[in-house]
């Protein structure tokens, strides 16, 4: 069975503090897709990452980077210098095989506040 | 292109009644999703169709929820018999599959409350 977990619950910084937002998952598939969504109030989930299970190769995105771990099960996210704008809870994501166009599973989710 | 639209965005009705919500995905895209929000929780998927066809169905989608997709673009979701616990966000999302593909993109969702 797949399973998203995210163990931080809420998490508060000062603005332009660096945060990681932490996601390990379980899966018995070896091919596999894994997604970090964000959700600000007003309730629309947006798409910030896809990432293979074949591609460990950490990215980075502006402030956002990611680190892509196998050996650990985890697919963590750092915004760099975090602005008030981060302030949304952010969902970590698994889909298994094909495309990573089947059905996801998601974690609970990090409520992240900044304050300024 | 406007993204994914649901309407209504919120809906207030009473235990018992029957309610129907409508997802309109991306133009082109051809998998339609339908997930469940409850307060603190992520998203739980529900149901998901290919074009018109229905693919897969959860184990938490009752006999009193059933989806559609009549023409391969918009869909609805429905639930008979409303009861308390059916209070949730109703979320749809698409995507594109084949030659070309793209992640799962979100409506803003439909906000049920059972009273």
């Known amino acids: 069975a797949q399973k998203v977990t995210q163990a931080q619950t809420e998490i508060s910084v000062v603005e332009k503090e660096d945060v990681t937002l932490d996601c390990v998952y379980e899966?018995?598939?070896?091919?596999?897709?894994l997604f970090w969504y964000k959700q600000p109030p007003s309730g629309e989930l947006v798409f910030l990452i896809r990432r293979n299970s074949f591609d460990e190769q950490n990215e980075i995105s502006g402030r956002y980077s990611w680190n892509f771990q196998k050996s650990t099960s985890s697919f963590n996210f750092t915004i760099t210098a975090s602005q008030v704008v981060d302030s949304a809870v952010y969902f970590c994501a698994l889909s298994e095989a094909g495309s990573g166009n089947t059905p996801l599973v998601f974690g609970k989710g990090t409520r992240l506040s900044v304050i300024a | 292109d406007t993204g994914v639209s649901q309407n209504p965005r919120h809906k207030i009705t009473k235990r018992g009644q029957n309610v129907t919500f409508r997802c309109d995905p991306i133009s082109e895209h051809n998998r339609l999703y339908w997930y469940r929000q409850t307060l603190g929780q992520g998203p739980e998927f529900l149901t998901y169709?290919?074009?018109?066809?229905?693919?897969?169905k959860s184990r938490l989608l009752s006999d009193r929820f059933s989806a559609e997709r009549p023409k391969g673009s918009f869909s609805t979701l429905e639930i008979q018999r409303t009861e308390q616990g059916d209070s949730a966000m109703y979320l749809c999302?698409?995507?594109?599959?084949?030659?070309?593909?793209?992640?799962?993109?979100f409506g803003q969702g439909t906000r049920l409350t059972v009273v």
């Open positions: 899966t018995r598939d070896t091919t596999y897709y």
């Open positions: 169709f290919q074009n018109e066809a229905q693919l897969e």
């Open positions: 999302a698409s995507s594109l599959v084949g030659q070309v593909e793209s992640e799962a993109f």
